[in-house]
C-alpha cells in the first residue's frame, strides 16, 4: 500500500476499480484475491474500516452466542443486527447473486473494506487469527445465501476447474453416495449436484464423513461444497496477511494512516456516550444505583473510591467519564470528588489545585475543551493496569477465585459464579459481563454488552419496567440538597445505536489530523499487494445510603432536593 499527493502510475495506466468492476468482483462471494487500486480520501477510508469491523464484531457476538451462522435462526439473527446498524447492504451480499446496481455498489465496499482491514490485522498472530476467523464467518454466511446455480456461476466466474458429475459419472458410483451422506435423502441426492476433488482438500468433511471417499478422490454434494472454497479463501486470507505485513513499513511514515490502523481493533462502533441526553443523576443516588445498574468495573470504582476515598488516575478517567455520561452534572461531580477525596489525606487546596481542573477537563470546560466519550469496553479490556489500578476490566484482570469471591459476595449463588467465571477464563469477557447483567437482572439480554453506559442504560430500562413510579418519602433522602429543583426523568426509550456513523473518537483525532495538517479531503492512492468555573464552598460528605440494598432502584423515581 503506498500513499502519495501524486499517482506512481500515469492516470491511463492505473487500474481502475469502477472500470473493471465486473472483472475484479464478478460475484457477491468475493475471494479477494486481486488487490484493488483506487483513490480514496482518508474519510471514506475510515468510514469503509469502520463499517467492516462492525460487521464481524456482529458475528463474533454471534458466535459467542452458540448461534449456528448456517441455521435459519442464526442468519436472521446476525441479519436483524447489521440492518439495525445500518448495514444492509452487507445483508444484501448475503442473500444470493445478483447483479443489480445495489449489488456493484455493495460489492465495492465489501472489497475496499477488506483490504484496508488486511493492514489493521497484520501485524501480530493474535490480530491475524481473529480477522481471518472473523472472515471465514462472513465467507460462509454469503456462499450459505447461494442457490445451486449461484455456486456454478461462482465456480465458472472465478475459473477454479470445478465441474459437478454428469448423469453417467454419478450413476456410476451412486449406492456410494447413498450410503455416505445418509444425512440427505436419496431424493435429495439425486437431484443435487456433486464434485469430485482430491480428499487433501476436504479433510474436515472426510473427519466428519459427510462425502464418498473413492481412490483418493472426495465426492462433495453442492450443499457442503462451501469446505472447498473455504479451505482456498483461508489460505488467500493467510497469504495476503503475510504480504500486507511486510507492506507496513513502507506506511509508517503516514501517520494519519497509521493512527487510524493502531486504533481500529480497539475502536468502539456502537452508541455514542458523552453526556446523558435523558435526565440528570443525582449523587445522592450512586450507592444504590452502584449495587444493581453499575456494570462491575464500575462499581468496584466506585466501592473502591467510597472505601478508601482515593482512585488513581486511570480509575478516576474510568468512572469520572461512566459517571458524566450517566447524567452526573459537572458541579456534582466536582462536589462528589471533593467530598470523597477530603475524606481521605487529600486537604481541600490540594483538591482543587491537582484534581479539579482535570474533572472540569472532562467536562470539556478546560484546556481544548472536547468533551470526551466514555470509556468503552474494548478501551477498557485493553487497559494496561498494576495490581494497584481500579480501572481495567475485572473479567479479564481478576484471578477466577478472586472474581468468583466477589460475585458470591454481591449475592450471586456459586453455580452462577462459576458460570461467569468460566466465561471470563476462556477469554469472553464481555459474555461474562452480559451473564452477570442477566443474572442481577434475571432476565434475558438480546444483545451483547459492548460499553458500560449501555449496560447503565439497559438496567435502567429492565427496573424501570418492574418498579412502580412512586416517589421516595423525604425521610429516606440524604442529607444533601441541590439548588435544581427539576425532576430526574431517564428517558428509557432513548436507546437506538449508531446506524452507520462512524467511532466518533476516530473522527475527531482524524479531523483533528487534517485541521493541523491543512488538509480535508487529500486524496490518496490505495493500492494492496497482490494475491496475497467558581469553586464551590465545601460540603459534608456523602453518607452511606438509606434505601434497600436488595430492591430494584429506577433513577426516574428520584425527584431532586
Known amino acids: 500500500m503506498e500513499f502519495s499527493r501524486r499517482s506512481r502510475l500515469r492516470p491511463e495506466a492505473k487500474f481502475g476499480l469502477d472500470s473493471m468492476l465486473e472483472w ?9 484475491a486481486i488487490p484493488p487500486m483506487v483513490d480514496l480520501s482518508i474519510t471514506e477510508l475510515q468510514l469503509l474500516a469502520l463499517e467492516r469491523l462492525k460487521v464481524l464484531r456482529i458475528l463474533e457476538q454471534a458466535t459467542n452466542k452458540n448461534l449456528k451462522l448456517s441455521s435459519d435462526e442464526g442468519r436472521e439473527s446476525v441479519f436483524n443486527e447489521m440492518n439495525h446498524a445500518g448495514l444492509k447492504h452487507y445483508v444484501r451480499l448475503c442473500q444470493g447473486n445478483h447483479s443489480k446496481e445495489q449489488d456493484i455498489a455493495a460489492r465495492k465496499k465489501d472489497y475496499l473494506s477488506h483490504f484496508i482491514l488486511r493492514f489493521a490485522y497484520c501485524s501480530t498472530e493474535e490480530l491475524r487469527r481473529w480477522f481471518i476467523t472473523r472472515e471465514m464467518e462472513l465467507f460462509r454466511l454469503k456462499f450459505a445465501g447461494l442457490s445451486a446455480q449461484d455456486v456454478k456461476d461462482f465456480v465458472l466466474k472465478y475459473e477454479m476447474g470445478y465441474s459437478p458429475l454428469t448423469p453417467d459419472q454419478k450413476n456410476e458410483i451412486k449406492d456410494g453416495l447413498y450410503d455416505s451422506t445418509l444425512y440427505h435423502s436419496i431424493v435429495q441426492i439425486e437431484s443435487m449436484d456433486f464434485y469430485k476433488v482430491r480428499f487433501t482438500e476436504v479433510l474436515d468433511l472426510v473427519r466428519s464423513r459427510k462425502c464418498y471417499l473413492r481412490t483418493g478422490f472426495a465426492y462433495v454434494g453442492a450443499s457442503d461444497f462451501v469446505s472447498i ?25 503516514d501517520e494519519r494512516f497509521t493512527m487510524i490502523l493502531k486504533e481500529l481493533h480497539t475502536s468502539y462502533t456502537g452508541k455514542d456516550y458523552r453526556v446523558s441526553k435523558s435526565g440528570q443523576v443525582p449523587i445522592e443516588s450512586l450507592d444504590q444505583l452502584s449495587k444493581k445498574s453499575f456494570p462491575l468495573c464500575m462499581r468496584y470504582c466506585h466501592d473502591t473510591l467510597r472505601s478508601k476515598h482515593h482512585l488513581k488516575h486511570g480509575g478516576r478517567m474510568q468512572y469520572g467519564l461512566f459517571l458524566k455520561a450517566i447524567g452526573v452534572t459537572m458541579e456534582d461531580s466536582l462536589r462528589f470528588w471533593r467530598e470523597e477525596f477530603t475524606r481521605g489525606t487529600v486537604t481541600l487546596e490540594k483538591f482543587e489545585k491537582e484534581y479539579a481542573y482535570n474533572i472540569r477537563h472532562n467536562y470539556g470546560k ?14 477498557i479490556i485493553t487497559a494496561s493496569v498494576t495490581p494497584q489500578d481500579t480501572h481495567g476490566c475485572p473479567f479479564k484482570n481478576w484471578e477466577p477465585s478472586v472474581l468468583k469471591t466477589k460475585l458470591s459476595s454481591f449475592g450471586l449463588s456459586a453455580a452462577h459464579a462459576e458460570e461467569i467465571s468460566g466465561f471470563a477464563s476462556r477469554g469472553h469477557y464481555q459474555i461474562a459481563c452480559g451473564k452477570y447483567f442477566e443474572i442481577s437482572h434475571d432476565t434475558k439480554l438480546d444483545e451483547g454488552i459492548t460499553h458500560p453506559n449501555q449496560y447503565f442504560d439497559l438496567s435502567q430500562i429492565t427496573v424501570g419496567a418492574r418498579a412502580p413510579k412512586v416517589k421516595p418519602q423525604n425521610q429516606n433522602r440524604r442529607t444533601f440538597s441541590s439548588q435544581d429543583t427539576s425532576h ?3 428517558n428509557t ?5 449508531l446506524n452507520g456513523d462512524d467511532d466518533n473518537e476516530l473522527w475527531e483525532l482524524m479531523e483533528s489530523n487534517e485541521k493541523e495538517g491543512g488538509v480535508k479531503h487529500e486524496s490518496i492512492l490505495l493500492e494492496l499487494p497482490a494475491s496475497t468555573q467558581e469553586k464551590p464552598a465545601s460540603r459534608p460528605a456523602v453518607p452511606t445510603s438509606e434505601w434497600g440494598d436488595d430492591e430494584d432502584f429506577d433513577v426516574s423515581q428520584v425527584e431532586m432536593a
Open 488 to 490: 430526574v426523568v431517564r
Open 366 to 379: 478546560e484546556g481544548s475543551r472536547v468533551n470526551y466519550a466514555a470509556y468503552n469496553c474494548m478501551k
Open 229 to 253: 472454497i473455504a479451505n482456498k479463501h483461508q489460505q488467500l486470507l493467510e497469504d495476503g496477511l503475510q504480504a500486507h505485513l511486510r507492506l507496513l513499513p513502507e506506511i509508517e511514515n
Open 493 to 497: 426509550q432513548d436507546t437506538a445505536t
Open 24 to 32: 475484479l468482483i464478478p460475484h457477491n462471494v468475493a475471494l479477494y
